[in-house]
């Protein structure tokens, strides 16, 4: 049983930090490889309170205010940046957040911070906690999409500046996004934390951010249950593979590599590509 | 009452001095058509007016805020539309929500109230009226993609109608229609017009701007030649001579 709820608890925290991605790059089309930078803040934050005794649904929150703060930070200095080099941009802030944490003697410095208390109701409490949290993040996703919110979104992430014109608020839409996203994420770095019991910064750094990428591109950039299937797969798959676990950002790249060559719009896209011949 | 006041606007791209020391007004409920041969910076003017580019010097005022340093959608919120000259088509989207998203400009002025709103059905329905109303009903599902530019100019007229604008700037619309096409789209632009809406129109088709437009602006090289009745202005040198060149006049 408690392999079983391990792996459980491992795909729960992994669709909700690719959902979180999704709602930047594919609800609102700004590629970031630096999502796990904010999975990392949520982390330490979480980490930080539940060892100075914080239940840790309560940790949550601080969690996803300081990942949503820095988020807005982020999505501020990305509103003028478009395209490849956006995902420059943001792929320093993955460096620049391994860099920071690394020099911190209060965060654990090169060691990390290990040690970490379990949850109440140990493994069994934190999947119910992790579901809970992920089952309430795809709620949300699914309301934005069907939101006028998610029809702006559709609009911004097609061309922007048509979108202006329009009369659609693009920068203030953006920042929603990153605001959102990155708290997602912060949540999902705080149940990380509880289920590894050991953080150090590498465990946040550019790999990461290519793997949650990956699960968003391979599910089909924007479609919700395409990405929660891609990434329930992917997230399991170094557990049963030990080649993929030893070999992460040549299979994840590779992964992103093919599926951008061979079908952009990933699984979600197949599928539908499928259906539509079967009903023909 | 003024609706438009753009004063001493200049753009220069580089070197080139694309509008120089143009002012123009526009009163509400009126039809003026903006003409110039090719380069005159026309496109120009109606970007300083849209603030898709700010002007290197002068102002824009409309309904009496000055907008000059606003962003385009706020403009386009406060009742400004435009149709471009180069189609933009939201690819991604049928013909229908292309115009329903413009139709439901007021429910995404703000993210959170945005979120909280769903159902499109009233917007659909008044969009594929305004698909209807300048002629491609026909094609309502259709993505951009499978279509002819005829097609997507109208379907830049029907999204800028959606806005229900105080002004609507329209480039070149007639562009991409054919003689027939052309003469029914142009009797539609001039019945937009009353009813608090103000049309400007850049057409290089001067048979249907002459016949359609009370009042004709002319502008040659960046700068306002000549405003006036659309008899009187034809029929003036300098209509002339930006039409038929230096040696006529
Ligand atoms: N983005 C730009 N960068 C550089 N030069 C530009 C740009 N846009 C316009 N120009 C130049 O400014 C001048 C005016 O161009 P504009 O497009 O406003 O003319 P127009 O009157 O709309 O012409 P047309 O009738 O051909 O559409 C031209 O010389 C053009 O080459
Ligand atoms: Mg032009």
Redesign the interface.
């Given at each position: 049983m408690a392999y079983e709820i391990a792996v459980l608890t491992t795909m729960s925290i992994a669709i909700l930090f690719a959902l979180s991605l999704n709602v930047i790059t594919g609800f609102c089309g700004q590629v970031s490889l630096g999502h796990a930078a904010f999975y990392g803040i949520g982390a330490y934050t979480a980490a930080l309170l539940t060892k100075a005794g914080t239940p840790l649904a309560l940790a949550l929150l601080p969690a996803a205010a300081l990942a949503g703060a820095a988020g807005f930070v982020v999505g501020m200095a990305s509103l003028r940046v478009r395209h490849d080099f956006l995902a420059i941009t943001t792929m320093g802030v993955t460096f620049l957040f391994v860099g920071i944490v690394r020099k911190q003697e209060a965060l654990g410095g090169e060691v990390g911070i290990s040690g970490i208390p379990s949850v109440a109701f140990g493994r069994p409490g934190l999947l119910a906690l992790a579901l809970v949290c992920t089952i309430l993040f795809v709620l949300l996703a699914v309301r934005i999409r069907r939101s006028w919110m998610g029809f702006a979104y559709e609009s911004v992430a097609d061309d922007e500046d048509t979108a202006r014109v329009l009369g659609i608020d693009v920068p203030r839409y953006k920042l929603w996004a990153f605001v959102i996203g990155t708290a997602g994420a912060g949540v999902a770095g705080g149940l990380y934390a509880h289920h590894i019991r050991f953080i150090w910064p590498d465990s946040f750094g550019f790999v990461e951010s290519v793997t949650v990428l990956a699960m968003v591109i391979v599910g089909g950039i924007g479609s919700i249950w395409g990405v929660v299937l891609a990434a329930g797969v992917l997230s399991v798959l170094p557990l049963w593979l030990q080649f993929v676990d030893d070999y992460k950002l040549l299979v994840y790249g590779a992964l992103i590599f093919l599926t951008m060559r061979l079908a952009p719009d990933g699984i979600a896209g197949l599928a539908r590509r499928l259906a539509a011949r079967l009903t023909r | 009452m003024t609706l438009l006041r753009v004063e001493n606007a200049s753009v220069r791209f580089g070197g080139v001095v694309a509008v120089d020391d143009v002012s123009l007004d526009m009163d509400e409920d009126r039809f003026l058509g903006f003409i110039g041969p090719n380069g005159a910076g026309k496109t120009t003017l109606m970007r300083v007016i849209?603030g898709?580019l700010r002007p290197w010097r002068g102002r824009v005022i409309f309904r009496g805020e000055e907008v000059t340093r606003w962003?385009?959608?706020?403009r386009?919120?406060f009742g400004l539309a435009?149709a471009?000259q180069i189609v933009?088509?939201?690819?991604?989207?049928s013909l229908t929500?292309n115009v329903?998203?413009?139709a439901?400009?007021h429910?995404?002025?703000?993210?959170?109230a945005?979120?909280?709103?769903?159902g499109?059905g009233a917007e659909r329905g008044k969009a594929k009226e305004l698909l209807e109303f300048v002629g491609i009903g026909d094609a309502a599902d259709a993505r951009p993609g499978e279509l002819p530019l005829g097609y997507l100019k109208r379907l830049e007229v029907a999204?800028a109608l959606a806005?229900e604008p105080k002004l609507l700037l329209l480039d070149e619309p007639l562009a991409g229609l054919n003689q027939a096409e052309a003469r029914v789209m142009a009797d539609l632009i001039a019945s937009l017009v009353g009813n608090g809406r103000s049309v400007l129109l850049i057409e290089h088709n001067i048979r249907e701007v002459a016949r359609i437009c009370p009042e004709l602006y002319v502008q040659d090289n960046g700068r306002g030649l000549v405003r006036g009745p659309a008899a009187e202005v034809m029929a003036s040198p300098e209509f002339r001579r930006a039409y038929l060149g230096e040696q006529a006049a």
């Open positions: - | 849209t898709v962003p385009v959608d706020r386009i919120r435009l471009q933009r088509p939201l690819a991604s989207m929500d329903a998203i413009a439901g400009v429910r995404t002025a703000s993210p959170l945005a979120l909280l709103g769903s499109r999204r806005l």
